[in-house]
């Protein structure tokens, strides 16, 4: 039926549809294909839901007809260089990257009193939803009062950023908080805040829609196993939605994997996505969407499907999309939602034709790679990314040729050193750390109980964790532990030392806590390279945990595994990994359990009714969260003596009209990178070192070094942030070669000093500063942080040879340029060595997207190059931003005109 509507619907799609007695409006994109789009059924499913949006949002300004006809063009050239005006449905934070916006919504509020406007005028207007997961540290851990224990540890230190997050829920409209110990956000995400069609009432009409979204951190991929589209931008680009900016993008390239037979025995979902994502990075698809399709989609489980999503920041895409079908109907019945929902979930999917079934056609893509999933074997990755995978068989072999080729440690695999007041010894490949962690691998049951099954065989044989092992359970939700002990089977796993530790993201994001002193005495004593096996999706050097070296991601029944064979120098497919008490040695094919009986503790115990209980009060917290007392106020009142959080200086100075963009004259080197810096070296998340310039600023303002926290849960502080930018343990500036940590030379001084202390020196002399690296700069979490800490340290421009997509626009975001090099042309091959001085000609005038640009290189011999560099600004929107000095000024100044 068609309806009417007094804005634009060039393509006359504007239709209704009923389910379960109820009438929706809805953009029909059958009917647009009618109607001037040929072929758009063609497209890839993401694609539909990207065209829906625009046709849903036409305006004749943001989006117009012509934006709209060029999805039907990519058909033919299967890219486009068109930009087009996204706009998500919701928002979703977590508190490591929700906080700084938060803050920066606060601060917005103030600077648009002080230009004269009107304050309510900053407030989401999409909704948010802010999940607090990231805060929990594995303090305490082996006991069953670790994670009561670590909650008090949590609120006790994160009081000044609760106490804030409560004040923005109640001032500010359309956001909402998941309180602490509720469960990890992307997992709270699939399981309840996803809706897959979204609604919306406009005057009388309730409209339906794809519900897609944007999150704060990478992983929000993981919800595309459902068939949401969505994925992760920076702190500051969120902001703009939320602030309801449209997001300018490209419309992308979608790379087709088509996916054909099932899982053997013994193969798990983490096996699967460790293969899946070594495949992509390989194939190169930095900067697009991966779609799955084929066959193999009908016999895969929507868990397993969410797995695959969440590691697409790993695999390099955008995100890893997958077509609603009956098991993502199954999905949302088995997880509570709603039956009316479910139903027009159903219908609105089939009305729009992107409903998969085996004998869908397959789609047009850019390019196609397949993968047989019968093909799969046991794997692991590591030891430094995710994407170096190794074959469970190959673990022991791959680790003894990375300590002595990357570690150093040539003909010392059999090294071993005493630990004060143990009778055991450790060595290099000790298992030091074992931990089953992160949304990637918790939101799944079929692993889950995988590993409570293997802990409960390896217990009835006898086995036990070795003692220099730090284990921990910290599932993504608290569905998790109602299932583990329903089952019986949390007592199977207590038993081996993985008691709850809480319910947040801990490992992976280098929230493992301390190891064991005597432990951590040894390694660092006598350089051990310790290892850690993580069910985590990041195993970056130096994230996981300060103490260990060689970092390993596996299924949660393989970390039990590790834990309990004690090292990564025992090849667990042909070596025991214990003895039982009779000294018979045991395999890990004997305490594997088998797929059907893995099966049937699923249908047993992960139902409905669990899902229902556990989600029925997700808002209203704990009682120490609900006793948090909040002053109200359109404007934060805040507090100068906190150490957690304080008004930015983006907007110190601000005025209504944007200054001019000058020109980069005589920047010095702050740093030269190789390649594959992640916005982890960038701006660390983890523990802040005492003797380093945050732990400085932390101990002038009294907080005893204990207190210190984390980086990430202090990033509502600019203050300690800016002193953590570069400050990675493990980052190497190649300005002082052989030297491990955040650290630069001054020029013409030659003094060397922390980063943060000779940017600021810079900063007095007035010196703009300017970064070279490699390839790959910027991989890694969505972290808004590497690019606010990089402009707050007077960056101006990052010149390399490749960015990763998010890290690239938060650059722009924050008002510094990003340039890379013409190919053939790196820093190495220029010879640059971080005495040079370098001005960039050709911002101040005519700039362009994707412009040509000219850096004039003066050597410390007097000697000058010019080298083109391209201009990543990418979109007309991004030039804006640019010019005000950063996003945030860009949306202040026109909401204040």
Known sequence: MLVTKTSLDSFKCRRTLTAAGKTYVYYSL??????????????????????????????????????????????????????????????????????????DLAAMRDAMTTLGGDPTRINPLVPVDLVIDHSVVVEEFGTPKAFAQNVAIEYQRNGERYRFLKWAQQSFDNFRVVPPGTGICHQVN???????????????????????????????????????LGWGVGGIEAEACMLGQPMSMLIPEVVGMKLTGKLREGVTATDLVLTVTQMLRKKGVVGKLVEFYGPGLAGMALEDRATIGNMA??????????????????????????????????????AQGVFWTPETTDPVFTDTLALDLSSIEPSMAGPKRPQDRVLLSGTKAGFIAALENEFGKKGKTGEQFPVEGADYKIGHGHVVLAAITSC???????????????????????????????????????????????????????????????????????????????????????????????SGNRN?????????????????????????????????????????????????????????????????????????????????????????????????????????????????????????VKDIDNARLLGLF???????????????????????????????????????????????????????????????PGVEGGVSKHYPSGEEMPMYDVAMRYKEEGVPLIIFAGKEYGTGSSRDWAAKGTALLGIRAVVTESFERIHRSNLVGMGVVPLVFEAGTTWKTLGLKGDETVTIHGLAEGLKPQAILTAEITYGSGEVKKVPLICRIDTLEELEYFKNGGILQYVLRSLAA
């Not at 890839?44 to 063009?73: M, Y």
Request: contains cysteine; aromatic residues 8%.
């Open 540 to 660: 970056f050097e130096g994230r996981v945990n300060p103490d260990v070296k060689a970092n390993y991601l596996a299924s949660p029944p393989l970390v039990v595994a590790y834990a309990i064979a004690g090292s990564l120098q025992i090849d667990l497919s042909t070596e025991p990994l214990g003895t039982d008490p009779d000294g018979n040695p045991v395999f890990l094919k004997d305490i594997w359990p088998s797929s059907k009986e893995v099966a049937e503790y699923i249908r047993a115990n992960v139902t409905r009714e669990v899902f229902a209980k556990r989600y029925a009060d997700v808002f209203k917290g704990d009682e120490t969260w609900r006793k948090i007392a909040v002053p109200k106020g359109l404007t934060y009142k805040w507090d100068m003596g906190s150490t957690y959080v304080q008004n930015p200086p983006y907007f110190e100075g601000i005025t209504r009209e944007a200054p001019p």
């Open 440 to 534: 990637t691998n918790t939101s799944n049951p079929n692993v889950m109980i995988a590993a409570g099954l293997l802990a409960r065989n390896a217990v009835a044989k006898g086995l036990k964790s070795k003692p220099w092992v730090k284990t921990s359970l910290a599932p993504g939700s608290q569905v998790v532990a109602e299932y583990y002990q329903t089952s019986g089977l949390q007592k199977e796993l207590d038993a081996l030392g993985f008691n709850l530790v809480g319910f947040g993201c801990t490992s992976c994001i280098g929230n493992s806590g301390s190891l064991p002193e005597p432990v951590s005495n040894a390694i660092n004593d006598n350089d051990i390279v310790g290892g850690a096996v993580i």
């Open 674 to 736: 190789l390649d594959s810096i992640t916005t982890d070296h960038i701006s660390p998340a983890g523990s802040i070192k005492q003797a380093s310039p945050a732990g400085e600023y932390l101990m002038e303002h009294q907080v005893r070094p204990q207190d210190y926290n984390q980086y990430g849960t202090r990033r509502g502080n600019h203050q300690v942030m800016m002193r953590g930018t570069f400050a990675n343990i493990r980052i190497k500036n190649q300005m002082l």
């Open 190 to 228: 699939l399981e309840y805040l996803s809706q897959v069609v979204w609604t919306k009432t406009e005057g009388k009409d309730e409209v339906a829609y794809f519900d897609t979204l944007v999150g704060t951190d990478s992983h929000t991929t993981m919800v595309n196993g459902l068939g949401v």
């Open 30 to 103: 059958i009917e647009a294909e009618k109607n001037g789009l040929s072929g758009i059924s063609k497209l890839p499913v993401s694609l539909r839901v990207l065209l829906e949006n625009l046709l849903r949002t036409e305006d004749g300004r943001t989006t117009k007809a012509e934006d709209i006809k060029a999805f039907s063009d990519w058909l033919t050239t299967k890219s486009s260089d068109r930009e087009m005006a996204f706009r998500p449905a919701r928002v979703l934070m977590q508190d490591f990257t929700g906080v700084p916006s938060v803050v």
């Open 313 to 350: 920041p790993e695999y390099g895409a955008t995100c890893g999309y997958f077509p609603v079908d009956k098991e993502s109907l199954r999905y949302l019945n088995e997880t509570g939602r709603d039956e009316d929902r479910i139903a027009l979930v159903e219908a609105y999917c089939k």
